[in-house]
């Protein structure tokens, strides 16, 4: 200011200029939070796929009448697991990820939903998820 209590250029120019930079940080920290928050829905939807196939798998290797419980969590969200042939698939939003179960080969298809629990079993026509 000078002495009449007018705002100098000078101020208003650099009050400008710190805005600007302000704003783009601001910018720059929301697309940072956004892309971790994205890749953290992502790796915990992929880690319950994991543990879905894991499950499926261990049920397949053992002998006949060996079964595992298998609970799906509620706090994640709204999820459907497919289970079909030989791939486990999920979907959840607009995403969609799979995972191959090899040495598995399924006639039926399954279908789970997150927040149920389901009881895998191996039977002589092969694996029976109820």
Do not use: C, W
Request: cysteine-free.
């Amino acid at each position: 200011m000078d002495n009449k209590g007018f705002i100098s250029i000078e101020y208003l120019f650099s009050l400008f200029i710190v805005l600007i930079i302000a704003l783009g940080v601001l910018f720059y920290a929301s697309a940072s939070i956004s892309s971790s928050l994205n890749i953290e829905d992502s790796v915990t939807h992929r880690l319950i796929l994991d543990d879905v196939a894991n499950v499926i798998s261990q049920v397949n290797s053992n002998g006949v009448g060996y079964s595992k419980y298998l609970k799906l969590p509620s706090d994640k969200g709204y999820f459907e697991i497919t289970v079909e042939k030989n791939k486990v698939t999920i979907e959840y939003g607009d995403k969609k990820a799979e995972t191959l179960l090899p040495l598995f080969n399924s006639a039926s298809k399954y279908k789970l939903i997150s927040g149920r629990s389901y009881y895998v079993t191996k039977t002589s026509d092969g694996i029976v998820i109820t």
